[in-house]
C-alpha cells in the first residue's frame, strides 16, 4: 500500500504502508529511540513482538527507511479490540498528518479488519498522543471515552497514571 500524506509540504515522497515482520525488530528499537519521547523497551522485546505480533504492526517506510510505526495486539481476551502499544514517527515527518494515516492504515491492515475498538494507554502528559487519537475518533465518527487501567501505585517506580482510551464502536460491515 503506498499513501501521501495531506502534507502542507508536497515534498516528500510517498510512504511504502506494510505489516510487519521479524527483520523489523531492531529498525522499531531504532525508531523508538530516535522517537525522544515514546518509552524504549529492550531490543529482545521489540524482536519478539515483530515476529509473534507482525500482523498487527504497522511500518511505514520513507526512502527504504522504516520512518513511523504503529505497534499493537489484540488482547487474547478481546478478539474485536486492536491495542495500540506505541506509535510514532522520526522528528521530520511529523506534523503533516502522517501519524492519523498510520493509525487508518494499520486499522486497514488484514488482521485489524474485524476489530471494532481501538484501545490505547495515554499518560496524562502526552498532549501529542491524546490529540493524536482523539482525531482517529473524529474522523471515524465514534466516541473516544477514557476508564482506569494502570494506577502509579501498580508500577515499581514512580510513574504517571496511564488511563486507558476506548475508541468506537467501529462499522466493520464489508462495503
Ligand atoms: C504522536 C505522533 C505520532 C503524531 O503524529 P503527527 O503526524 O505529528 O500528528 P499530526 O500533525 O497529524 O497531528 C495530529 C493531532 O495531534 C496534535 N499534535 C501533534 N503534535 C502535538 C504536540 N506535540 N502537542 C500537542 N498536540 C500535538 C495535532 O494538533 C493534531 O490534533 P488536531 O487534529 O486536534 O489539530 C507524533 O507526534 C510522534 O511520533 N510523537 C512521538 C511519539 C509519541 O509521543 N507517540 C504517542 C505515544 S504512544
Redesign the pocket.
Known amino acids: 500500500m503506498i499513501l501521501t500524506p495531506n502534507a502542507p509540504a508536497a515534498t516528500h515522497s510517498p510512504f511504502h504502508f506494510r505489516s510487519a515482520r521479524a527483520h523489523d525488530g531492531a529498525a522499531l528499537w531504532r525508531l523508538v529511540q530516535a ?1 525522544g ?2 518509552e524504549l523497551n529492550s531490543a529482545y522485546f521489540y524482536l519478539l513482538f515483530a515476529t509473534d505480533f507482525g500482523q498487527t504492526c504497522l511500518v511505514a517506510e520513507h526512502g527504504g527507511q522504516v520512518a513511523g510505526a504503529v505497534i499493537g495486539y489484540h488482547p487474547p481476551q478481546q478478539p474485536e479490540t486492536a491495542f495500540v502499544w ?4 522520526l522528528p521530520e515527518h ?7 494515516a498510520l493509525l487508518h492504515a494499520w486499522l486497514a491492515l488484514p488482521a485489524n479488519q474485524r476489530c471494532r475498538w481501538v484501545t490505547a494507554t495515554v499518560a496524562p502528559d ?4 491524546l ?2 487519537f ?2 482517529l475518533a473524529r474522523e471515524l465518527g465514534v466516541a473516544c471515552q477514557s476508564e482506569p487501567l494502570f494506577t502509579p501505585d501498580m508500577f515499581p517506580h514512580p510513574h504517571p497514571a496511564e488511563p486507558l482510551l476506548r475508541i468506537g464502536p467501529l462499522d466493520r460491515t464489508p462495503p
Not at 506505541?86 to 514517527?89: C, D, H, I, K, T
Not at 511529523?94 to 492519523?100: A, I, S
Request: no cysteine; net charge positive.
Open positions: 522517537s519521547t515514546l506505541q506509535v510514532g514517527l511529523r506534523g503533516q498528518g502522517l501519524g492519523p502526552n498532549a501529542a498522543s490529540a493524536l482523539q482525531r
